[in-house]
């Protein structure tokens, strides 16, 4: 019995030593363990040809972080998380938050159904960890998208010169469509083609969400002339273009 004991404390000292002599100890070991922030049962649902971003929070100690190398897999049928590999389709990005904290995104450009699935963050360091299930759903269709632009037909705005007029412009889209949208005016010129206007003191454009779905924009003209008379147009460019009809400023 007394020979088992000497042979059990025999052992923790050599393993002591061993961690002195590397510069580590129990607690510095354990304290740079880290630790993935994913709630369970996450779920993200796009549409098909959307981009997505998914999420994983990495929480270490600032100097724990040499030599860590993080990783995204995707859980196939036997239950094996399988690396996911870059290309134009699916990248990563990191994001510092504190010196504890970063964040990693799994982007995915122009989603399609296939990549509906469970996916882990993974990270590799002393000690492996890897995340609860985040469950990407595609679902939807690319017709959904496109976007619906609300101006009335023969809409006419009148104005005195040198005053402020605001003409609006109201989108409608599902909400996660909103993504990869981009909103100009435009006028009419004498060939029929509606030239996009530029910034500028004189002319601006406003922002004003109305729900998650709907938002609408403002052309503002300031200090009116006569040479703003005309007819203009909004236009959203996205997966498909779309441009509104004619809004006809008359300053008299």
Do not use: Q
């Given at each position: 019995?007394?020979?088992?004991?000497?042979?059990?404390?025999?052992?923790?000292?050599?393993?002591?030593?061993?961690?002195?002599s590397?510069?580590?100890?129990?607690?510095?070991f354990?304290?740079?363990?880290?630790?993935?922030?994913?709630?369970?049962?996450?779920?993200?649902?796009?549409?098909?040809?959307?981009?997505?971003?998914?999420?994983?929070?990495?929480?270490i100690?600032?100097?724990?972080w040499e030599?860590?190398a993080?990783?995204?897999?995707?859980?196939?049928?036997?239950n094996?998380?399988?690396?996911?590999?870059h290309?134009?389709?699916?990248t990563?990005?990191?994001r510092k938050i504190?010196?504890?904290?970063?964040?990693?995104?799994?982007?995915?450009?122009?989603l399609?159904?296939?990549?509906?699935?469970?996916?882990?963050?993974?990270?590799?360091?002393?000690?492996?960890t890897?995340?609860?299930?985040?469950?990407?759903?595609?679902?939807?269709?690319?017709?959904?998208c496109?976007?619906?632009?609300t101006?009335?037909?023969?809409t006419?705005?009148r104005?005195?010169?040198m005053s402020?007029?605001?003409?609006?412009?109201?989108v409608?889209?599902?909400?996660?469509?909103?993504?990869?949208?981009?909103?100009?005016?435009?006028?009419v010129?004498e060939g029929?083609d509606?030239?996009?206007?530029?910034?500028?003191?004189?002319i601006?454009?406003?922002?004003?969400?109305?729900?998650?779905e709907y938002?609408?924009?403002f052309?503002?003209?300031?200090n009116?002339?006569?040479?703003?008379?005309?007819?203009?147009?909004?236009?959203?460019?996205?997966?498909?273009s779309t441009?509104?009809?004619?809004?006809?400023?008359?300053?008299?």
């Amino acid at each position: 019995m007394t020979s088992c004991v000497s042979k059990v404390i025999s052992n923790l000292i050599v393993m002591h030593v061993l961690l002195v002599s590397s510069g580590v100890t129990e607690g510095s070991f354990l304290e740079c363990i880290p630790v993935l922030t994913v709630p369970r049962n996450t779920v993200w649902r796009a549409a098909p040809m959307s981009t997505l971003k998914i999420n994983c929070t990495v929480s270490i100690p600032s100097h724990c972080w040499e030599n860590l190398a993080l990783s995204w897999c995707k859980v196939d049928e036997g239950n094996d998380c399988k690396p996911l590999n870059h290309s134009s389709h699916i990248t990563t990005e990191w994001r510092k938050i504190t010196g504890e904290y970063k964040t990693s995104f799994l982007v995915f450009r122009n989603l399609s159904k296939a990549d509906s699935g469970l996916y882990r963050c993974k990270v590799d360091g002393r000690v492996s960890t890897i995340s609860h299930i985040i469950n990407v759903t595609v679902t939807g269709s690319f017709l959904e998208c496109i976007p619906v632009l609300t101006v009335p037909r023969y809409t006419v705005w009148r104005a005195a010169p040198m005053s402020t007029l605001k003409i609006n412009c109201t989108v409608s889209i599902p909400s996660h469509c909103w993504e990869n949208l981009a909103l100009s005016w435009c006028k009419v010129d004498e060939g029929n083609d509606c030239k996009p206007l530029n910034h500028s003191s004189h002319i601006t454009t406003e922002w004003r969400k109305i729900t998650g779905e709907y938002k609408t924009s403002f052309l503002v003209f300031r200090n009116l002339s006569k040479a703003d008379s005309g007819l203009y147009r909004c236009k959203v460019d996205g997966r498909v273009s779309t441009i509104s009809h004619n809004i006809n400023v008359i300053v008299t």
